[in-house]
């Protein structure tokens, strides 16, 4: 198994899934960065906003201070256990009683939510041999088949072949939204008819991959509540099956998620992870929510990296997840 991404034919190739891959100089990169800006507004217009309120016009670091960034990491949706982590880190640069330097403690702070976001920040890998499978797995309402469209667009405009699974056989509505997509795309998918069973799509569509030498195979799959243990137990079952085709596959499981529904995101995370073991996370929706801050929660407590994060409707809006951009952009979005 390889570093995910590299085309088999040269070593010059750009990775398909980059660690920083929209970090582009000149105006590429400043757009993306003013877009990421802007779609983060809602979140940083309560958590930045309120932290330099909170720091300014204090003398030290007291209990009051502690007791109130608290509260803004918290409504901010970063989950009680790591706040309580971030602010014992804090405190371990500014103890108790020192003086309030607020630009100071505001850059500290930036450095301890980059470094939480970094500590699951592993590359994803690719096949050594055949197509690199990435099954794509959710709850209902996240943007799976979505985030599976705009991945089709991002991989084929770095030169790969794509191949895309119809495997949310329980709607009509959900395979002819990824047939629309392929045409869009101009790519293949394999489909069967509704109630087929979604294993037996999957496997016919690794199948298919191979023979037409595709580089990448998205495969979608039905949205499944993960409190729900049939349907937890029916995504096994596909993985099983994906493995008698391809012993590796699937190289990546991605989760979709949704970053408006805060730390619900976080559960899913564990129960998906539990079940069928997650090797990336695409959080989508965050320009539509106040909640951004569980992106924080979900480095912390979930430990699995994001992959990607959507702030748009746009095809490009989806984009590789940068930890240091991230929060930039969020310091940035009330300047």
Same mark, same amino acid.
């Given at each position: 198994?390889?570093?995910?991404?590299r085309?088999?034919?040269?070593?010059?190739d750009?990775?398909?899934?980059e660690?920083?891959?929209?970090?582009?100089?000149? &105006?590429?990169g400043?757009?993306?960065?003013s877009?990421?800006?802007?779609?983060?507004?809602?979140?940083?217009?309560?958590?930045?906003?309120g932290?330099g309120?909170?720091?300014s016009?204090?003398p030290?670091?007291d209990?009051?201070l502690?007791e109130?960034?608290e509260?803004?990491l918290?409504?901010?949706?970063v989950?009680?256990?790591t706040?309580?982590?971030?602010?014992?880190?804090?405190?371990?640069?500014?103890?108790?009683?020192s003086?309030?330097?607020?630009e100071?403690?505001?850059?500290?702070l930036?450095?301890?939510l980059?470094t939480?976001?970094?500590i699951?920040?592993t590359?994803?890998?690719?096949?050594?041999?055949g197509?690199?499978?990435?099954?794509v797995?959710?709850?209902?309402?996240a943007?799976?088949?979505?985030?599976?469209?705009?991945?089709?667009?991002?991989?084929?405009s770095?030169?790969?072949?794509?191949?895309?699974?119809?495997?949310d056989?329980?709607?009509?509505?959900?395979v002819?939204?990824l047939?629309?997509?392929?045409e869009r795309?101009g790519?293949?998918?394999?489909a069967q008819h509704?109630?087929a069973?979604?294993?037996s799509?999957?496997?016919?569509?690794?199948s298919?991959?191979?023979a037409?030498?595709v580089?990448?195979?998205l495969?979608?799959t039905?949205?499944?509540?993960?409190?729900?243990?049939?349907?937890m &137990?029916?995504?096994?079952?596909?993985?099983?099956?994906?493995?008698?085709?391809?012993p590796?596959?699937?190289h990546?499981?991605?989760?979709?998620?949704?970053?408006?529904?805060?730390?619900?995101?976080?559960?899913?995370?564990?129960?998906?992870?539990?079940?069928?073991?997650?090797?990336?996370?695409?959080?989508t929706k965050?320009?539509?929510?106040a909640?951004g801050g569980?992106?924080?929660?979900?480095?912390?407590e979930?430990?699995?990296p994001?992959?990607?994060i959507?702030?748009g409707?746009?095809?490009?809006?989806?984009r590789?997840?940068?930890?240091?951009?991230?929060?930039?952009?969020?310091f940035?979005?009330?300047?």
């Amino acid at each position: 198994m390889r570093f995910f991404g590299r085309k088999k034919t040269t070593d010059a190739d750009e990775p398909l899934i980059e660690e920083s891959a929209d970090k582009a100089s000149g &105006d590429a990169g400043s757009s993306w960065f003013s877009r990421l800006s802007k779609g983060l507004g809602r979140t940083g217009a309560g958590f930045v906003s309120g932290l330099g309120s909170i720091l300014s016009g204090r003398p030290v670091i007291d209990d009051e201070l502690i007791e109130a960034l608290e509260t803004q990491l918290l409504m901010a949706d970063v989950g009680v256990a790591t706040t309580q982590s971030i602010i014992d880190q804090l405190l371990e640069t500014y103890p108790r009683q020192s003086s309030v330097d607020a630009e100071a403690v505001t850059e500290t702070l930036k450095q301890l939510l980059i470094t939480t976001l970094s500590i699951a920040d592993t590359p994803a890998v690719e096949a050594e041999d055949g197509p690199t499978v990435i099954l794509v797995v959710g709850v209902n309402g996240a943007g799976k088949t979505t985030t599976i469209g705009k991945l089709a667009h991002r991989y084929l405009s770095q030169g790969k072949s794509v191949m895309l699974a119809a495997g949310d056989t329980f709607r009509a509505a959900a395979v002819e939204q990824l047939q629309t997509w392929g045409e869009r795309n101009g790519v293949p998918v394999i489909a069967q008819h509704t109630g087929a069973d979604s294993a037996s799509v999957l496997f016919d569509a690794i199948s298919a991959a191979k023979a037409r030498n595709v580089d990448v195979l998205l495969a979608d799959t039905a949205g499944r509540l993960n409190n729900k243990a049939h349907l937890m &137990d029916e995504l096994e079952k596909i993985v099983r099956v994906l493995k008698k085709a391809d012993p590796e596959a699937p190289h990546e499981t991605l989760l979709v998620l949704d970053a408006g529904t805060g730390q619900n995101a976080v559960a899913q995370a564990r129960e998906f992870d539990a079940s069928v073991g997650i090797t990336g996370i695409a959080l989508t929706k965050l320009d539509g929510t106040a909640k951004g801050g569980v992106v924080f929660a979900i480095g912390q407590e979930v430990k699995r990296p994001i992959r990607f994060i959507g702030i748009g409707e746009a095809v490009d809006d989806l984009r590789p997840f940068d930890a240091e951009d991230f929060v930039n952009a969020l310091f940035t979005s009330v300047d």
